[in-house]
């Protein structure tokens, strides 16, 4: 079916002026999705298949990545159409063939007459020169056409050399349009307002169509993230944040979900393993005029997955304007099947089963004994099992800075491992230059590693370096924003600023409103304002929302009869209880008596505390339930034995 306009639904395609239009309005649509839907439109309900659109568009010869242009050209006309591809209106996907359009044309007016062939549309139709289809004769102004008697033969000979020119010159018109292989970069250079200088990495699709396979896209994203990361001069928004977007990005445009990550550069793909090859689409995008800068497939054998994420990560830090030298270092060789186990091992570990985790862990170990990131994630295992306080920080500790150690013994460049040994030394050794300087490494190892500021900001409290913490977790939050909603606010909270603290969790509840955390956070601040009614309200919603219904009833009944010191009392109370049928944290209880001022139970319950060797004991000075101790001779004694620089 030829067209001049399509009208189908509230839209009209005009291919005469090169538009889609919404009632008035111009739709936004560019080049290469207005081809695609042209075509499909065209083909009047029959499947379009996927080598139909590379021959249609790009043509059979194309080194581009066209896989992955054809989904990136078919979501965009989604958006443009307000289509849903789970209950699709106009655009179907075959799977495994093509795309159909499905959407009834209420009229159409014609342009061509039948049988009159032009396979290329209207836009191969205004590329050509117009003449004959016999060549013999030269188009006048008018459009017709004069005969020519028996031209001369240098005319022909003319006549040949222009066409090869003209040949040419739409050749390298294609290869700089398309950017192939970065000719454009290297000839014309990158318009310095294209200039990228922050990155999300959304998730790699999973090309195998098998779930099960999501755990090897989800860690290839995550180890891809931290190769790209490593280049000081490119900030790179940390796995938590850019994870959310697994689903939505088929229904989402690019240049959206950039804004809301704070970057104007988003790399996106796809990956499978099939075998004993693994296949990689890439391409990158200059977000904020959804401009494609560079694409590309990559084949290779699954042992080479190192060197295929170093070739990945040196060439986005060209394309981005980056210089890139060399690496003198050469590219360790990981085992299939132990990459496979640490992969699973790190998909367990982010979805919060520590456990699970570290038994891949160990196997990725055992399937290759120099394995220096399967060591450092079973050091992490260990070690957030102590912080969390599900195992006791002397049993577990110990084993988690042998794992760290392995991991530096195989390659010290392992940022994260570094970042191991910093809470190591902050958490259980007490050796504060230990964990400064380890911290430290992290970060320069890996700038854009948000835990690794976070850490430092753990660092730069405990050494009373408060505006440092501020600085340092501003910079996490930036990275990863998405990663912890309340630490921002508490750190807020620990330099006394309670308005800052409040206006925080107030934006970050219009985006997550039932988050139970922001919650608490916004009722503590409440609370260090004086403001108790609004903190014990807040309070109760964060109860609510956890499923503890009673509980939130029996606060708020408390709260009419005696205000918030009864809140306090009724909280240790259940407490208290708990520790008889049940191991609770000293420390937690120290928190309950402290903000009742109840000085020796709260020094009994610090003493224990520091008797296991509590981790976040490291954080008792700044810590509003203890500050009216700062003048307890065994206050300070605690102080002293942990080796903490007094704040008194």
Do not use: C
């Not at 006048?140 to 031209?151: D, H, I, L, R």
């Amino acid at each position: 079916m030829a067209f001049g306009v399509a009208r189908f639904a509230e839209f009209e395609l005009d291919r005469g002026r090169y538009q889609l239009r919404r009632g008035d309005r111009v739709v936004p649509l560019e080049k290469i999705p207005m081809e695609l839907l042209t075509l499909l439109v065209e083909s009047d309900g029959q499947l379009v298949t996927r080598d139909q659109i590379i021959e249609r568009i790009w043509g059979k010869d194309v080194f581009l990545d066209t896989e992955h242009g054809i989904n990136t050209a078919v979501r965009k006309i989604r958006h443009a159409l307000d289509d849903d591809p789970e209950q699709p209106r106009f655009v179907q996907t075959v799977t495994g063939r093509g795309y159909r359009f499905i959407a009834p044309l209420a009229s159409t007016v014609e342009t061509r007459r039948n049988g009159d062939s032009d396979p290329q549309g209207f836009v191969a139709a205004q590329l050509r020169p117009d003449v004959s289809s016999t060549g013999s004769g030269v188009a006048t102004s008018a459009g017709a056409t004069q005969p020519v008697a028996n031209p001369p033969r240098f005319a022909s000979a003319a006549g040949i050399i222009f066409l090869a020119i003209l040949a040419l010159a739409l050749l390298v018109a294609a290869l700089l349009g398309f950017n192939v292989r970065g000719w454009r970069d290297r000839l014309v250079g990158r318009a310095s307002s294209q200039r990228i200088h922050s990155l999300a990495v959304l998730p790699l699709e999973n090309l195998s169509g098998d779930p099960t396979q999501d755990y090897f896209a989800d860690g290839m994203t995550d180890e891809i993230i931290t190769m790209i990361a490593q280049n000081a001069e490119l900030s790179v928004i940390s796995r938590t944040s850019v994870m959310q977007y697994k689903k939505e990005k088929a229904h989402r445009p690019l240049h959206e979900i950039a804004r809301e990550l704070g970057v104007d550069g988003i790399l996106e793909g796809s990956v499978g393993r099939f075998g004993n090859r693994i296949h990689v689409n890439a391409q990158l995008i200059y977000a904020p005029t959804d401009t494609h800068m560079w694409a590309e497939s990559y084949d290779r054998n699954v042992s080479e997955i190192n060197s295929l994420q170093t070739e990945l990560a040196q060439t986005i830090a060209r394309q981005v304007g980056l210089k890139v030298s060399a690496s003198a270092k050469t590219v360790k060789q990981i085992k299939p099947d132990a990459h496979d186990s640490y992969l699973l091992g790190r998909y367990y570990w982010f979805a919060g089963d520590t456990e699970k985790s570290r038994i891949y862990f160990r196997k990725a170990i055992d399937q290759q004994p120099d394995y220096a990131a399967a060591w450092s994630g079973l050091a992490d295992s260990f070690t957030v099992s102590a912080v969390r306080g599900e195992q006791s920080a002397l049993k577990v500790m110990p084993q988690a800075e042998e794992a760290a150690r392995k991991a530096l013994d195989f390659d010290d460049s392992v940022a994260e491992a570094h970042n191991t040994i910093a809470s190591i030394d902050l958490f259980y050794r007490w050796d504060w230059l230990g964990a400064d300087r380890e911290s430290a490494r992290a970060i320069q190892l890996n700038p854009s590693y948000a835990e690794a500021h976070h850490l430092r900001s753990y660092v730069m409290r405990s050494l009373n370096r408060l505006d440092e913490a501020l600085q340092e977790q501003r910079k996490a939050t930036e990275l990863d924003p998405y990663a912890r909603p309340t630490a921002l606010g508490y750190a807020l909270l620990r330099v006394r600023q309670f308005d800052a603290a409040v206006n925080e969790a107030r934006i970050r509840l219009e985006a997550q409103p039932n988050d139970v955390e922001l919650h608490y956070l916004l009722s503590w601040a409440y609370l260090r304002k004086g403001m108790e009614k609004e903190g014990e309200q807040e309070m109760e919603v964060a109860m609510r929302l956890s499923g503890q219904q009673k509980e939130a009833d029996g606060d708020r009944r408390v709260y009419e009869r005696g205000g918030w010191p009864a809140v306090q009392e009724h909280i240790l109370n259940d407490a208290k209880q708990r520790a008889a049928r049940e191991y609770y944290p000293p420390l937690d209880m120290a928190y309950s008596t402290g903000a009742l001022g109840r000085k020796e139970e709260t020094l009994h319950y610090l003493e224990l505390a520091y008797k296991e060797r509590a981790p976040f004991i490291v954080f008792i000075q700044s810590h509003p339930s203890f500050y009216f101790l700062h003048s307890e001779p065994r206050y300070r004694a605690i102080v002293n034995k942990v080796g903490l620089p007094p704040a008194y």
